[in-house]
């Protein structure tokens, strides 16, 4: 049987979260010790290619969540479109076709929240460039279970509305530039 991760990541973007998450996860190394959930907004009647575009510029694995799969420490899971990523426990992804939230599913709120009632003060959140305020809650739901809660600073991120309503409901939260973003996740994952 697979053994839990000791703590995961968590990161959400929406508008400029390509350029974002290019910056960032190829930045990761390949012995980087914890799952890394990545939910993006993505229109639902096409497929995503964002797993493919990373598995092939990162030094970790990068796949398109499914339901029901196994959580490995060191592996990227991208929300799939159309479905909510959630988690069950530290062991396993559960997709949910749930009504949207704030337009999205996936919604960084519901896979921010799931992911802090099963990792609590072990769990990473990190909220990047978007244009809603999709996240906020889930960052506050992170900050509150004694996580940790990161926040791209508004006037570095190409939409700025996710990272300032973020910070607006969870003003403890850390900002941190994007450049720093991975080596200040390689130092509290291990």
């Known amino acids: 049987m697979t053994r839990p991760a000791k703590g995961a990541v968590i990161i959400g973007a929406s508008a400029g979260a390509l350029e974002a998450l290019s910056v960032l996860l190829p930045a990761l190394p390949a012995d980087f010790p914890l799952p890394i959930f990545v939910i993006v907004h993505l229109p639902a009647d096409k497929p995503s290619v964002l797993a493919d575009i990373f598995d092939a510029k990162c030094a ?9 799969e196994p959580v490995q420490p060191g592996v990227i899971y991208f929300a799939p479109p159309n479905y909510h990523l ?8 559960a997709l949910s076709s749930e009504d949207e939230v704030l337009f999205s599913r996936p919604s960084i709120d519901v896979a921010m929240e799931s992911a802090a009632d099963v990792w609590g003060n072990a ?22 279970a004694g996580g940790t809660a990161i926040v791209q600073p508004p006037d570095e991120a190409y939409a ?31």
Not at 60 to 68: F, P, V, Y
Request: with cysteine; hydrophobic share 45%; proline share 4%.
């Open 60 to 68: 970790l694995r990068a796949i398109e969540a499914e339901d029901k």
């Open 86 to 93: 959630l988690l069950e426990d530290r062991l396993s992804i």
């Open 123 to 144: 769990l990473i959140g990190v909220i990047l460039t978007g244009a809603n305020h999709d996240g906020a809650r889930g960052l506050r739901s992170i900050h509150d």
């Open 160 to 190: 700025s509305a996710m990272p300032e309503a973020a910070l607006k409901l969870c003003p403890d939260a850390r900002i941190i530039s994007l450049a720093d973003i991975p080596a200040y996740l390689e130092s509290i994952a291990r």
